[in-house]
């Protein structure tokens, strides 16, 4: 049985609406980071070509990152390698634990006095307004920058809590986790009898991750005496789980065939060990 065409590289891309700045990002917080950071420009535009983004897009991307301080470069000799920088690697630390650590939770839940929240800080911290100069936000061990702590909940009280989950948009949240489960549920069917290339597995694991990271770090990960029953994340994070571990043996030698400034990158590493234990 033949896996579906638009499940496969280019077009499952175009029908997750992929775009190359955020996709990069993703190769680099899933593949690079656990395998000395760094990547060469050649195999970050290999991998790019299979999803469809060409050469000079791919290009194009890697430039406006740098731009933004979200990527550094540097050259050897002729070749051009690039690595997260210190702010899009701090964030993607941070986001390490909710996106393979199924046991992950919150120390509990803040209110916090904030005079001016920019966007950017409002997303990271999943702060939700709370009337005034008051905002509520999971205890994930670090402070917005200028809050002033008010209240700290346990994350085991939520009776102390009661209209928590009115404060964040639980229906758009649910409707980017139905959305993932439509797209992924298919792949897995579809993956079903059908041998899979080591390339292939990559390019799928890397969409996985994408489209997965796009929904959890949108999630203030509620308590769940306050979420639905029927609460999409919940089957969501058995597929992503389910997948991630299903793709990985097989895409070791494409991750193996990628380069570094010291050469080709590991199949596997005590980090990238980690990340799957994390999920297991």
């Known amino acids: ?37 760094v990547l060469w ?18 290009r194009t991307a890697v430039s406006r990152l740098v731009a933004s301080g979200r990527l550094q470069g540097e050259r050897q000799g002729r070749r051009s390698f690039y690595r997260l920088a210190p702010t899009a690697r701090a964030e993607f630390a941070a986001a390490t634990r909710r996106l393979y650590d199924r046991t992950a939770r919150p120390r509990g839940w803040m209110l916090l006095a904030v005079d001016d929240v920019p966007d950017p800080i409002r997303r990271r911290f999943h702060m939700a307004a709370a009337g005034g100069s008051c905002w509520l936000a999971p205890d994930w061990g670090t402070m917005p920058p200028g809050a002033r702590l008010i209240l700290r909940v346990p994350d085991d009280a939520p009776e102390a809590m009661p209209g928590l989950a009115d404060f964040w948009d639980l229906a758009g949240l649910a409707a980017r986790y139905e959305a993932f489960l439509a797209q992924f549920a298919q792949v897995a069917d579809g993956l079903a ?13 890397l969409l996985l991750v994408h489209a997965y990271r796009g929904a959890v770090l ?22 992503f789980r389910d997948l991630y571990l299903r793709l990985t043996p097989i895409a070791g030698p494409a991750i193996a065939a990628l380069e570094g400034m010291a050469g080709h ?6 980090e990238s060990l980690i990340r799957i234990n994390m999920l297991r």
């Open 218 to 239: 949108r999630d203030p990960f509620l308590p769940e005496a306050l979420l639905p029953g029927n609460w999409s994340g919940r089957a969501a994070r058995r597929l």
């Open 265 to 270: 990158l590991a199949a596997e590493t005590e």
């Open 41 to 58: 420009m050649g195999s970050l535009i290999e991998i790019c070509a299979r999803l469809g983004i060409s050469e000079n897009l791919a």
């Open 193 to 205: 009898g059908r041998d899979v290339t080591a390339a292939e597995a990559l390019t799928l694991r």
């Open 1 to 37: 049985m033949d896996m579906p065409d638009r499940f496969c590289g280019a077009s499952l891309a175009q029908a997750l609406d992929v775009a190359a700045p955020g996709f990069i990002v993703t190769v680099y917080g899933d593949v690079v980071v656990p395998r000395g950071e």
